[in-house]
């Protein structure tokens, strides 16, 4: 298995080893020591491969992943796995603001809590979060599930369009066009896959409730000015 | 004898003139604020305030027709692996498909391709038709995202991340419901039909000390080839500019507020933002003291009509100009032959600008499948074509008289100003005298 070690090798050259893979490359599984909260760490991926970061990354870990399986073991900084497109990323620890941010495929699983913004802008992905999220997560979130076992901050869905967010504690505030909604036998399945693969067990998805859109917002209209 | 007491003509309010008294009815009628495509149509100091001297008994000449004059440029020489090298110093700027139809897209890049320079995508994301005849394609990457993703970014031929616009300095996109088609909604993961507003910041950073780790993040992801751009509103040029370098910009492009949008507010564009005139010596003042001019290149946009703006641009230190109104016009928009149209539209050739509406009669800011069908890209593209010919050989014949043999050896000196308002932002002396206010003295 290739190790990179981040004390002594230039960031450079790991992403350049993991974009440059070939189909069928012998090389699947990565190891990254010391990163000492890089910036950049493993983007761009674009084969299924398996990264394990052995500490702590700063921005964007991840971001723009295809395909591959990158586990954070420590925590991450702002903006891990950012428009990821498919694949996994794993976060063992805590992750700052803007986590998943405008993610349009792939399951991004955060075991510790989750800071602001968390969605913001998602596009499609799905994110499980075993711990608690910060103010405005899934703003303007398009599409794609948020999940949290714990609890949400302020103003959770701000401008909301399509995602689904599941919230199994408390919601501090509800954003713009951010309500409550029915959570039908269809939600019900769909959560309990989502907390499948995201190794959560123990957990019943009928602890959760569901938000969503009230689509109030959709077309302009000036009575709705107060909302804005 | 009658006396008659001399008639007073009807008189109006220079400050509550027809436009004015008309946007007052029209908001008490509606409610909401007026929404417009387009820049500002007030008359603003500009390029047209400025003049050449000419070659004279100090200056030398060149031969018009037989010494070269280059126009040439490579932008994205600071950093990126694979700098972009144009024939002509004049880009087409960003547009989306949404905003265009997708033979408008096409016809941009068929056009861009025969000049030999580039064409932008937009808030919307990359098609195969525009990237297929696009020799060379900056790719935007805005605050919403809408289409983002690792393949286009590598298919791209440079990055342009969207800080602002000139017509909307801190606003964001707008598209309105009647132009998302299935197509434009799948691309930006949105419902069909919705007025779809795009955020005004960027979702994951927020200022240029997170922007620097963004665009180290860019330039990871494609392997340090591409040129990044940062393109600004033309707001605070100066600081601005030197931010963006501070951030790690191969390209700085500073948007004027004569640049068009698809669909914004009209106050917005008519009370937010600085003239392109007023931006050009800022943003090259921050590179010179940076010791980045030239190395990291200035583009500059907003309402470039011709290659007298083209030359007068350069001469104040821009590497480059971008064009947007004046590209749409060349394919076709606002044409004459569409007057019937556009008075059944409530409007008239040459002030048509409700682009958000999907109606263009010239099929070019439509999603109208019939409307859009109307633009020939191949007989549109060769258009921009010929139009950015002219352009060239315009400022080139201005380089020549002024005894230059690349139009990047136009200087500020070549200039003087007819006004003092232009003579202060563009600091060259007003005509006929050695005076460049806030600069020199009477």
Avoid at chain 1, 112 to 118: E, H, I, K, V
Avoid at chain 1, 133 to 145: D, L, P, T, V
Avoid at chain 2, 404 to 411: A, I
Wanted: glycine letters at 12%.
């Amino acid at each position: 298995m290739p190790t990179f070690d981040l004390s002594q090798t230039p960031l450079r050259e790991l992403n350049q080893a993991l974009h440059g893979l070939a189909a069928g490359a012998n090389d699947t599984e990565f190891e990254v020591v010391n990163p000492r909260g890089s910036h950049a760490v493993a983007v761009g991926c674009d084969a299924p491969v398996a990264v394990s970061i052995r500490g702590s990354v700063g921005y964007y870990c991840a971001g723009m992943n295809s395909a591959a399986t990158v586990t954070v073991h420590g925590s991450a900084g702002p903006g891990v796995a950012e428009n990821m497109m498919s694949g996994t990323v794993v976060v063992e620890g805590d992750a700052s603001q803007y986590a998943g941010a405008t993610g349009r495929g792939g399951l991004l699983v955060i075991k510790g809590n989750a800071a602001s913004r968390c969605g913001i802008s998602m596009k499609g992905i799905d994110i499980v979060v075993h711990g608690n999220i910060g103010h405005m997560s899934a703003f303007m979130g398009q599409s794609g599930n948020l999940v949290v076992l714990g609890d949400a901050g302020e103003a959770l869905g701000d401008s909301l369009y399509e995602a689904k967010l599941f919230v199994r504690g408390s919601v501090k505030s509800l954003g713009a066009d951010c309500v409550e909604k029915e959570m039908r036998e269809e939600h019900l399945t769909l959560l309990a896959g989502l907390l499948e693969r995201a190794g959560v067990t123990g957990v019943e998805p009928s602890e959760f409730r569901r938000y969503g859109s009230a689509r109030k917002l959709y077309s302009f209209d000036i009575d709705n000015a107060d909302a804005y | 004898m009658t006396y008659h007491n001399p008639p007073t003509p009807p008189r109006k309010s220079a400050i509550f003139d027809d436009v004015s008294l008309a946007e007052i009815r029209r908001a008490a009628a509606t409610g909401i604020y007026d929404i417009r495509g387009g820049g500002t149509k007030k008359a603003l100091p500009h390029f047209d305030d400025l003049l050449f001297l000419g070659a004279s008994m100090s200056r030398y000449p060149l031969e018009g027709y037989r010494e070269r004059c280059d126009t040439s440029v490579t932008l994205g020489t600071r950093f990126a692996r694979k700098p972009l090298q144009l024939k002509i110093p004049v880009t087409i700027a960003g547009m989306s498909f949404g905003a265009l139809s997708g033979p408008a897209k096409e016809a941009l890049g068929r056009g861009a391709t025969l000049s030999g320079t580039s064409t932008t995508t937009g808030d919307g994301g990359m098609t195969d038709e525009e990237r297929g005849h696009s020799e060379l394609l900056v790719y935007q990457y805005l605050p919403s995202r809408y289409g983002m993703n690792p393949k286009d970014l590598r298919r791209a031929d440079a990055i342009e991340i969207v800080v602002g616009q000139g017509a909307k300095p801190g606003g964001g996109g707008m598209l309105l419901g009647q132009k998302i088609s299935d197509r434009v909604a799948e691309m930006r993961t949105l419902p069909k039909g919705i007025d779809q507003r795009s955020a005004c910041r960027h979702p994951d950073w927020t200022g240029p000390d997170d922007l620097e780790i963004k665009i180290l993040e860019l330039r990871e992801i494609t392997d340090w080839e591409k040129p990044i751009y940062i393109k600004i509103g033309g707001s605070r040029p100066y600081y601005d500019t030197a931010l963006a370098v501070k951030a790690g910009a191969d390209v700085v492009v500073v948007d004027g507020m004569q640049g068009g949008t698809a669909a914004t507010q009209d106050v917005f564009i008519e009370n937010v933002g600085l003239p392109t005139l007023a931006c050009i010596r800022p943003a090259v003042e921050a590179l010179q003291e940076l010791g980045m001019h030239r190395k990291v290149q200035l583009v500059v946009s907003g309402g470039i009509r011709n290659g007298a703006d083209v030359a007068k641009a350069l001469a104040l230190g821009a590497d480059a100009v971008s064009i947007g109104t004046a590209a749409l016009v060349a394919l076709g928009d606002n044409d004459a032959k569409w007057e019937a149209e556009y008075n059944a539209l409530g409007t008239t050739a040459g002030a048509y600008d409700d682009w958000h509406e999907g109606k263009d009669p010239a099929g070019i800011t439509t999603q109208d499948p019939e409307l859009a069908a109307r633009l020939d890209p191949i007989a549109a593209g060769r258009r921009l074509a010929n139009y950015l010919k002219v352009m060239t050989l315009e400022a080139q014949t201005i380089a020549r008289a002024c005894g230059h043999n690349h139009l990047h050896n136009l200087e500020p000196e070549d200039l003087v100003a007819l006004t003092i308002e232009a003579a202060a932002m563009a600091r060259v002396p007003l005509a006929g005298t050695g005076w460049i206010p806030g600069q020199t003295g009477l």
